[in-house]
């Protein structure tokens, strides 16, 4: 039997996967302890990551590995694929020359267990995937250019599993997706690129559980120069410390929704704003696509929400929405494992 192994690399947590064809074997998750994260650089966090993994490996058996995937860090823009695990990528993600964040070690660690069991390792649609049209990249400033930083892993994923589903080519037709979870990805896919994303980790889209997406300039300015934050400080502000967490103290949606549901009205008001700034850019992805798609997709963990369900599904009623819950990135990775192994996706190189 064939086996891929999957690894996640979340910011406290490290996700394993093990997946036949047909069905998940085992899932593991291994707390990180604060004293094993380093704020520095997330590559410190190898060795403490790399045995916990070990550990897990112990008690399965390997013995039909066919590849290692892990997530796909934050690498210069690159279109959406497969890409093999080379020298360049791995140097890019140790020095993080991109940016420094947990998925960073998704390739240095499975770059270490293919070769411990000799198999290719690979990684597939990261973060930094870049497939914009070129108007799209325009801000307003000519020293500001917009940058496409999105769940591209679990958003192009599920809309093949729709599409296949259905029985719809991706490669001919246009969707919109959103991804909610503790950042908001929207997209317009067309012909299965992404030709127009926020930026969800900063300065983009709806605010999230914890990011603050679009704000009014004036605002930002006059926290930039308040003397209050630096740089670094207001950085973690609106992509840690914002959305439901900043005006309620929790970034779980669930509890959110239990507040709501015992008479909460700061609660209901926050998370009716939420949705509202989802369905606009769901509205400006639409007009990306010529107001023509197959389907508006929802994803992510929040899409278990039943006021989220509720109110998008009503006011979208002259689409078909498909909801599609869950965060999915280890049957992504696996998925696209597969697909790979079997010769149905390029493999391209990182240069």
């Not at 996700?15 to 302890?33: A, H, L, M, N, Y």
């Not at 769940?151 to 599920?158: E, G, S, V």
């Not at 983009?204 to 930039?224: I, N, T, Y």
């Not at 929405?321 to 597969?338: H, K, R, S, W």
Request: net charge positive; charged share 25%; with cysteine.
């Amino acid at each position: 039997m064939e086996i891929i192994l999957t690894i996640n690399p979340g910011s406290t947590t490290t996700k394993i996967g093990v997946f036949s064809r047909t069905e998940k074997i085992q899932e593991f998750k291994v707390d990180v302890p604060a004293s094993e994260i380093s704020k520095k650089n997330v590559a410190i966090e190898f060795p403490y990551r790399k045995n916990s993994i070990e550990n897990f490996l112990k008690d399965v058996n390997l013995s039909g590995l066919v590849a290692v995937i892990g997530r796909g860090g934050l690498l210069k823009p690159i279109k959406g694929g497969v890409y093999k695990i080379n020298d360049k990528l791995i140097n890019d993600l140790r020095e993080a020359k991109n940016g420094n964040h947990a998925s960073n070690l998704g390739a240095i660690l499975a770059d270490y267990f293919g070769k411990k069991y000799d198999v290719p390792a690979y990684i597939i649609d990261p973060v930094t995937i870049d497939e914009l049209q070129d108007v799209a990249r325009i801000s307003g400033v000519p020293s500001i250019v917009r940058k496409s930083r999105a769940h591209a892993l679990n958003i192009k994923a599920t809309t093949r599993k729709i599409c296949e589903d259905e029985n719809w080519d991706i490669n001919k037709n246009k969707f919109v997706v959103a991804h909610l979870g503790g950042g908001i990805s929207v997209c317009a896919l067309k012909n299965s690129k992404m030709i127009d994303v926020n930026d969800a980790l900063i300065g983009m889209g709806p605010f999230s559980p914890e990011r603050a997406g679009a704000l009014p300039l004036r605002g930002v300015m006059d926290l930039a120069y308040s003397g209050k934050y630096t740089k670094k400080e207001l950085e973690v502000l609106f992509i840690k410390n914002s959305g439901l967490k900043g005006y309620l103290g929790t970034n779980d949606g669930r509890e959110v929704e239990k507040r709501i549901e015992n008479g909460d009205a700061k609660a209901k008001l926050i998370f009716d704003a939420m949705i509202y700034q989802i369905q606009k850019e769901i509205g400006a992805m639409l007009s990306v696509c010529d107001y023509d798609v197959k389907s508006v997709i929802i994803t992510g963990g929040l899409a278990h929400d039943k006021n989220i369900q509720k109110q998008l599904s009503n006011n979208l009623k002259n689409y078909r929405v498909i909801f599609y819950p869950g965060e999915n990135e280890l049957e992504a990775m696996a998925d696209g494992g597969f697909r790979t192994v079997d010769n149905k996706i390029e493999i391209k190189n990182y240069l």
